[in-house]
């Protein structure tokens, strides 16, 4: 998919002439979301080599990238298909032609459940969390024997959002779900949402150690009572490698893995002590101004990053030992370690952003830049998807 | 404006056969941006009155709803136009034929110029803001004689962003704008971003008095040139009443008094000790597990909430005491008093967004809502435009 086929995405649209010229990564409008094609592909093929090694499949979750040309591009290197949060999103990866979707969030109102069961009319594989007896009844009464609905119990271990919690509940769960026929049990999901971002490779196994136990328990209970799960999906970016070690899981549904953040950059992800993935993902933003001394002001503030996860890292552009940090809703700051003004009016910069998911999502298009060049334009086509 | 005249924006597609239904809002799918229709009429009526009596102009911020349906209603009200905080904002408003836009940010890169030029030869009664000789020379060179583009010359005042921190560097300014015939010197812009949001009237005003004394003297400066500044445009929701009363302001440039949030909502606006502008925006969110004891989780998150300004504050919904707090990019929780479950599968419930900004513009739609009733639904069409 190129900007000529699609409508233009809202921010894009200014950029959209410049794809394919030389030296176009100097000319864009900003703030403007960047996605770096090389580091993108490497971290693409590093983690299917990954899997492929580790004999897991992968279903990488589109809630990161929101963007049905990623998803595509996954597929094409061997997942199984895209995780998603929303029944929007769900929606949009299907409409693309998206295989084996799976919605890693519970859907309860009439309005989403009536949405979900037009959805599994048209999709090949769709499949849905589920962690309430009611909630599994309502879901049954909407869906059709005919094309009974894939779905995942979703077992707490660590996230403390959604997911059953103790192991005889996931059982009886499991035999409600059995005694509907407009229902398939697929298997289960354990996300562990807590430790995905312990920087140090053991703390962070050590952490998820007994959450895992339980999680092979219920497993366990399950093929004993000749339910064995099909399906275990679970593990992000962050415990990919130790999922693996565990032996419980089937799939991975690591997400920030295709563009990575300070966060995750921050990770030991293979207990090797190095960064395994690229930043992919960067924000570009100018200096619109340097009347105060010490500092210059630029276009990027609290509506063009993730806020609550610290300050914006510069991975390009500045001076060493410049820093930024938020000026507002609509500016940024940039203070040089010297205390003189280093950039000029202009001046252009490009950021690791602090949480990739909720950067992306503030953007209508990726700029998918090499080198010097904008390449082309990837509209996040799930944004917005609720 | 209505959902028919326009492509649904993409988070109200699934709620747009709702508008007009009686009892519509409980069958929203979620999460969804809510506008309470006669709170917002009030905001409108009750800062126009405001104005109107206090001899002052608005211009009223659209950056807070980037929305033209609104700008249109505020201009409708008397506003003389309205502000915004980008290139993009500006050229929406242009094409929604919204008078008297003034871009409160600095344009400095040529691509920006140029787009400027461009919708200056189109829009009646642009300006832009400069606090840059350089700036103001390459502006010079993008227009035209024939056609020249309003400037005011930025201010600092305490915002500590862009804004000519010396009174004879804004004299200067001045005369090298009246070099160009290209500029029309338009005359001050000043916003006090930091007092904006302290809660007391008084210590707010203490706060603000000394920047203030600033943009008088600089006042006097250019009136003993012959350059008296025709308009001083600034202020805000919270310093409105203070910046009256200062006899230096020709208008105001309020945003957020038109919805409204959790930070302005704690300030006393008018020295009268009671809120004086009703929350009018609400995110509508629904309970999508009730798996754990003592809390459950909702489906709006870090993406469907400003970040930073502290939790979102139920207003209605859920059972006194209850409180917000968020669990992820998709996930809230909603905790009980009482430690127990309050609320089923399915549940909604609304709240007032932390900071109402960069709340609106993670969304695509104003759900308009007038009691149980959605009765329209208004694209937020400024989003994603820089």
Chains 1, 2 share one sequence.
């Not at 580091?39 to 589109?62: C, I, S, V, Y």
């Not at 990238?65 to 595509?72: D, G, V």
């Not at 959604?162 to 509907?180: F, M, N, P, Q, S």
Request: glycine residues 10%; negative net charge.
């Amino acid at each position: 998919m190129t900007i000529t086929e699609l409508r233009p995405s809202l921010d894009a649209r200014p950029n959209a002439a410049l794809v394919g010229q030389p030296g176009s990564r100097a000319k864009l409008s900003t703030p403007a979301l960047l996605l770096d094609l090389p580091a993108f592909e490497r971290n693409l093929a590093d983690m299917a080599t990954w899997a492929r090694q580790a004999g897991l499949e992968l279903r990488p979750h589109a809630k990161t990238h929101k963007c049905t040309e990623i998803a595509r591009r996954q597929v094409a290197a061997g997942a199984l298909g895209n995780c998603c949060a929303t029944i929007g999103e769900a929606e949009v990866l299907v409409a693309a032609d998206i295989p084996g979707v799976h919605l890693t969030s519970t859907v309860v109102t009439a309005d989403k459940i009536a949405r979900l069961a037009a959805l599994n009319e048209r999709a090949q594989g769709l499949m849905v969390i589920v962690d309430d007896g009611e909630n599994v009844d309502d879901l049954a009464a909407a869906m059709s024997p005919e094309r009974p609905l894939g779905v995942l119990i979703d077992i707490e271990v660590g996230s403390e959002r959604t997911g059953v919690v103790g192991l005889d509940d996931a059982v009886a769960l499991a035999k409600r779900i059995a005694g509907h026929p407009s229902l398939s049990f697929k298997g289960l999901q354990a996300y562990d949402g807590s430790a995905q971002a312990t920087t140090d490779y053991h703390a962070r196994r050590q952490e998820a150690d007994d959450r895992m136990a339980h999680l092979k328990a219920v497993c366990d209970a399950l093929t004993d009572l000749g339910m064995a799960p099909g399906i275990v999906s679970g593990g992000g970016t962050g415990t990919h490698d130790l999922d693996r070690a565990r032996g419980v899981f089937t799939e991975i549904q690591a997400g920030s893995y295709i563009v990575m953040d300070t966060i995750y950059n921050a990770c030991d992800l293979r207990g090797a002590g190095a960064g395994t993935f690229e930043t992919s993902v960067f924000v570009r933003t100018s200096v619109i101004s340097r009347s105060h001394p010490g500092y210059v002001t630029t276009d990027a503030g609290l509506k063009a990053f993730s806020v609550g996860f610290g300050d914006p890292v510069i991975a390009s552009g500045a001076p060493d030992g410049a820093t930024y940090s938020f000026m507002g809703d609509e500016h940024g700051r940039i203070t040089f370690a010297n205390g003189a003004d280093a950039l000029g009016l202009g001046a252009a910069v490009e950021c690791i952003a602090p949480h990739c998911d909720p950067t992306i999502s503030l953007y209508d298009a990726y700029h998918v830049v090499d080198g010097d060049t904008l390449v082309d334009i990837w509209p996040i086509d799930g944004r917005g998807h609720w």
